[in-house]
């Protein structure tokens, strides 16, 4: 036991609220299984964000490690060192700027090396972060590539970014097969991000990611997928197909968090050691309403009726889109809490303008106790964890993706972006529990809001839930 407690992992997130989390997860889970010392290392701001969270506060163990980085040497304004604080125009220029922490990376590897009188036993690194590799070979350690997306993302999003299969296939093919899956699972047009749909290979996205995950390919031991076997077996078989490396899932990796709210009731769950645990679990991320106050609401509600909506921590709709959005649901009746953001085209922590949602609609959805509007950031734990909830509106992104099935809540897709598609699309393929309603740049109407809204909750209302 004495020799464990002295290994050593080294971890690189990549600079992503949505990457954080697991990261964070998989090194308290590490921690606590195994007693090896875990250092995290990323940017000063995040590694604040880290800091804040009560995990890392509950386990000393994890070392948090703050690298250089100065957001404004990279022509980034000042203080951008996550992909929520940069605009989209711009976060191929925070991913560049992230190789710059290769040479840190390294010497506070050769640190660790030096003081602890070996390597430490590997670095895990997020896969976007393909030069880890080369950091590991310097002080002799293996790097472990670990993705925050689910395997069917992931062998997807490798997958197009190796073999651009899109852009060999004629353009008036809607559909086309991506190699590691069956040629019977064909692609949409449509659920390519633009960077990819528009990638040739010669594209600043393609000059970044190509290069970055042949180096994870070619020289990692192996993928850490969060995921289970059990959950995407279509997924894992392409995963290993493409990466041709082993892969071993480690997931689904909730938060704490989740697991404890999961045996409280409502009520003892509005205690403030819970509002805590919670605020803390988001990486420093304070919740603009009291996690207290979104419960409360949702105990006004029968079991199974309320529809949760978010597009999560970096992501959101047209005006246009907010607007039909808000009609469907008025129209539906349906009760809801609706984390809302500014629209494309605006700063997404700016001022939320009510001229963005029909004449009254918050004033009217908050009188008929219909609908609650959280501005900016909820308690989405807490609101997945609520008997109350019934179906969740979601962009598909991984985390909510894992927080929403485990809790049995179905999932009315929305993607918007990144590997959101391929989620959203295994969802509905494999596992039928998704209807996908309108995805990245098409448009859906306030009638057929409606009525998937409640085809959805209705046909969950008939199913016990829990
Ligand atoms: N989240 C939250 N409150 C919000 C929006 C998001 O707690 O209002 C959390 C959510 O629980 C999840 C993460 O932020 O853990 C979002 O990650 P995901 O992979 O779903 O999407 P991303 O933000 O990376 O697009």
């Known amino acids: 036991a004495d020799a464990q407690q002295e290994e050593h992992i080294v971890m690189l997130p990549f600079m992503a609220h949505g990457h954080l989390i697991p990261f964070l997860a998989l090194a308290t889970q590490i921690h606590q299984t195994t007693g090896f010392t875990i ?6 701001l995040n ?11 509950n386990h000393r163990q994890i070392r948090l490690v703050a690298l250089p980085f100065n957001s404004s040497d990279h022509g980034l304004p000042p203080n951008t060192e996550n992909t929520e604080a940069v605009p989209l125009s711009q976060l191929i220029t925070l991913i560049y700027a992230s190789t710059t922490l290769e040479a840190p990376c390294h010497q506070l590897l050769a640190d660790i090396t030096a003081k602890d009188g070996r390597p430490p036993i590997c670095i895990i690194s997020d896969v976007v972060h393909g030069w880890a590799t080369r950091v590991a070979q310097k002080v002799q350690t293996v790097n472990v590539s670990f993705t925050a997306c689910g395997a069917y993302g992931a062998a997807t999003y490798v997958s197009l970014w190796q073999n651009l299969p899109h852009r060999r296939s004629p353009e008036t093919d809607e559909y086309f097969s991506v190699p590691g899956f069956p040629n019977s699972c064909r692609f949409h047009r449509s659920q390519i991000h633009q960077f990819l749909r528009a990638a040739d290979g010669n594209d600043s996205w393609s000059r970044y990611f190509r290069p970055q995950i042949v180096l994870s390919l070619e020289s990692s031991f192996g993928w850490l997928c969060n995921t289970a076997e059990e959950i995407e077996p279509l997924g894992l078989e392409a995963l290993r197909k493409v990466t041709k490396l082993p892969v071993w899932t480690i997931g689904p990796l909730l938060p704490p968090t989740m697991l404890k709210l999961n045996h409280s009731s409502s009520s003892s769950s509005s205690s403030s050691n819970l509002k805590s645990l919670i605020l803390g679990q988001h990486c420093g991320k304070e919740c603009e309403i009291s996690p207290k106050k979104c419960l409360e609401w949702l105990d006004l509600h029968p079991q199974g009726s309320v529809l949760y909506i978010s597009f999560g921590s970096q992501n959101t709709i047209s005006a246009s889109q907010m607007m039909e959005l808000a009609k469907g649901l008025e129209d539906s009746g349906k009760p809801f809490i609706w984390v809302v953001r500014p629209p494309i085209g605006f700063d997404l922590k700016g001022e939320f303008k009510a001229e963005w949602l029909p004449d009254g609609f918050e004033e009217r959805m908050l009188e008929r106790k219909q609908g609650m509007l959280v501005r900016s950031w909820a308690p989405q734990l807490e609101i997945l964890c609520h008997k109350s909830t019934g179906a969740f509106l979601s962009h598909c992104g991984w985390n909510s993706v894992m927080e929403s099935l485990s809790q049995g809540v179905p999932i009315i897709g929305w993607p918007l972006a990144a590997e959101q598609a391929y989620n959203a699309k295994m969802m509905v393929e494999e596992m039928g529990v998704c209807v996908e ?23 969950n209302g008939k199913r016990d839930k829990r």
């Open 39 to 44: 250092t995290i290392a990323t940017t000063p």
């Open 47 to 57: 590694i604040h964000y880290l800091r804040r969270s009560s995990t890392t506060a």
């Open 437 to 459: 309603i309108t995805r990245i740049e098409t448009s859906v109407g306030r009638e057929e809001v409606k009525s998937v809204i409640d085809l959805v909750m209705e046909e």
